[in-house]
């Protein structure tokens, strides 16, 4: 991208002096804005490090006496435990569905037969439905006809969680893949077709080699939304052992007033570390992510 | 081009079938007997579990709540399967706490979604200036969409604080002395979260402009400026116009996001119940699946009621792109 800023815009105007302002104008507002989208996490930092929360201004940093580490120690240790679980659940449920659309998606798009929209639709319907619609018999499932937590303990409802996690992102994985293996040429499948290739090994050989941008992008997408999840652990688990990071964080300082909002913020931070740590790192995969 | 290829491709592997001589002829003519394609066969094992799996936990669970919605269970009664009517939603529309729900998703649906599409096509035309660091202009602002609601919940509660928060301390700072209770007032409390909402998501609505904006030819813009045409001009006459499959994708991802708004609800309060004038369906309704007592048959018809209202979104929408193609 050209970042020259010159001549290439379209607000060009020949008066040069007009665009100079017009230049200044818009990286001011630019500017504006991004403090304005980082305030409440930049408030929120500065209020995890400070002893007394209302000792200063909410968004400035703590003075020399009043810096602390203690609500970030408080809230490791509330979230310790929930941290581990989100990692039980978030890498197998995001490898799982991400594998599994992937699959799904080479078998609907780069497979020729008839009624492929007809399932592709039904497929792609389950991105937007609202999970209202099938929390009860979810819950009911789990907890009454297929109970793997009986046989594993309570951690068995990570299982469970994971199961579910992989289900309703079937969708959403294959639609990521399709949009990608749309364009793989059909000639070159041709080819290896024309050579006895099986449609497994098409697969494994020509469309697994091509998917791997596209894994990042869908691993990071999942993983995000796995991790951010609340309804689901709430509902198929509830507070527990086993619950992931987001249900004890929801409920933190939850009994306190403003006193707790140092504690809060850190548990915050700390409960979106791997997901602020991926986009920080893989932030065009995301962006790729959410725009498909 | 494509296309011509592939019906050459067909033509050829007429032909072809014809002379291979290895096991994969076999299941290829009884499939193209049954006219369903000629890789149907060889396809079922990609994607058929899959859709098994899925069309259970999807389909299969959304006809199982229908069937719980005509039924009267609850903490106190079985559910029995003789009794099947539609009381449930007779008695939700005689229900004010429904009603107000009902109220508040569409306001939060309607008034989040278009927030964002502005905030989201104003940020991408920033960005498509040709910006120094536009990826990283762009970075920070999709950056809260990353987060969970639950740590976009706990931000804004602070943001929101009535005696100590930024936005008060701000406030006050300007010389107002009785700044807004944003979470407690039952009146604009809708609004505060909608505000947080639409921060969390204008992101998304950008990114998505973005790609609107990059895909708009060139010469549309040389063509209107060798017409003399102004900059508003440009945007309302030529850009804007162009952005309608862009804005349609945006709406409909954006009330799927909204519809999630229970996560950022709950955590405000970290109990079933939202601040007061803040409940829509999706939380009355886990509160009444969950909570105690519970009415899991009323739950379940509210369940129903959000899938039609979400259904009346989605299947125009999924019309719409199976006929441009891109299903």
Not at chain 2, 268 to 284: Q, R, W
Request: net charge neutral; hydrophobic share 50%; with cysteine.
């Amino acid at each position: 991208m050209a970042t020259d800023s010159s001549d290439t815009s379209v607000f060009d105007v020949s008066n040069l002096s007009r665009m100079g302002y017009s230049r200044i104008l818009l990286y001011a507002t630019v500017v504006a804005l991004v403090l304005l989208y980082l305030l409440p996490i930049e408030t929120g930092l500065m209020t995890s490090l400070k002893s007394d929360a209302l000792g200063s201004l909410p968004y400035f940093p703590p003075g020399p006496s009043g810096f602390t580490f203690v609500h970030w120690s408080d809230a490791f240790s509330q979230l310790a435990s929930g941290l581990i679980n989100s990692f039980i659940l978030a890498i197998p449920a995001t490898v799982l569905s991400a594998f599994i659309g992937s699959i799904t998606a080479y078998g609907l798009t780069n497979l020729t037969w008839r009624y492929k929209a007809a399932f592709l639709t039904l497929f792609i319907a389950g991105i937007f439905i609202p999970y209202q619609a099938v929390l009860i018999p979810l819950s009911q499932f789990w907890a009454i006809y297929f109970p793997i937590h009986n046989l594993f303990g309570t951690y068995g409802q990570l299982i469970e969680l994971i199961i579910s996690h992989v289900a309703y992102g079937i969708p959403i994985t294959l639609l990521l893949f399709r949009t990608y293996y749309k364009d793989i040429p059909t000639e070159m499948l041709e080819a290896a077709e024309l050579d006895g290739a099986s449609a497994f090994g098409i697969y494994r050989r020509i469309i697994l080699p091509l998917s791997g941008p596209m894994f990042a992008v869908t691993l990071i997408y999942q993983f995000t939304q796995v991790w951010n999840d609340l309804l689901f652990a709430l509902v198929i688990m509830g507070p527990g052992p086993a619950s992931p990071v987001t249900i004890p964080l929801a409920q933190l300082g939850a009994s306190l007033t403003n006193v707790g909002f140092g504690i809060r913020m850190a548990g915050a931070f700390i409960a979106a570390f791997p997901t602020l740590l991926v986009y920080i790192m893989f932030g065009d995969q995301f962006a790729e992510g959410v725009a498909t | 081009m494509i296309e011509q290829l592939r019906d050459t491709y067909r033509k050829l592997t007429g032909n072809t079938d014809d002379l291979r001589t290895d096991g994969g002829t076999a299941t290829e003519r009884t499939s193209s007997r049954f006219d369903m394609g000629p890789d149907f066969l060889r396809s079922l094992p990609f994607w058929l579990p899959p859709f098994l799996v899925m069309g259970f936990f999807v389909y299969g669970a959304i006809g199982w709540n229908f069937l719980v919605s005509l039924t009267d269970y609850n903490s106190f009664v079985p559910p029995t399967y003789s009794h099947l009517d539609f009381e449930m939603y007779t008695r939700a529309f005689s229900d004010p706490t429904f009603i107000a729900a009902t109220k508040n998703t569409f306001v939060l649906l309607v008034v989040f979604t278009v927030f964002c599409l502005l905030v989201g096509l104003g940020l991408a035309i920033l960005i498509d200036q040709k910006i120094r660091f536009e990826n990283t202009f762009r970075t920070i602002y999709l950056l809260p969409m990353s987060l969970s609601f639950v740590v976009t919940a706990q931000f804004w509660l602070w943001m929101y604080n009535y005696s100590d928060g930024p936005i008060n301390v701000i406030i006050r700072g300007i010389g107002i002395q009785n700044p807004p209770h944003w979470i407690s007032d039952p009146s604009i409390v809708l609004g505060s979260v909608i505000l947080a909402l639409v921060w969390q998501f204008s992101g998304y609505a950008m990114v998505v402009y973005l790609a609107g904006l990059r895909a708009i030819p060139n010469d549309h813009f040389e063509a209107a400026r060798v017409d003399g045409a102004s900059t508003y001009r440009l945007y309302r006459r030529v850009v804007i116009p162009q952005l309608k499959g862009a804005t349609i994708s945006a709406s409909v991802v954006l009330m799927v996001f909204g519809l999630k708004a229970f996560d950022f609800l709950y955590s405000l309060t970290g109990s079933y119940y939202p601040p007061k004038g803040s409940d829509i369906l999706a939380t009355m309704m886990v509160r009444q699946a969950f909570g105690s007592p519970n009415n899991t048959a009323y739950a379940a018809a509210i369940g129903i009621m959000l899938f039609l209202l979400a259904l009346v979104v989605i299947a125009p929408y999924l019309t719409y792109q199976y006929k441009r193609g891109e299903l």
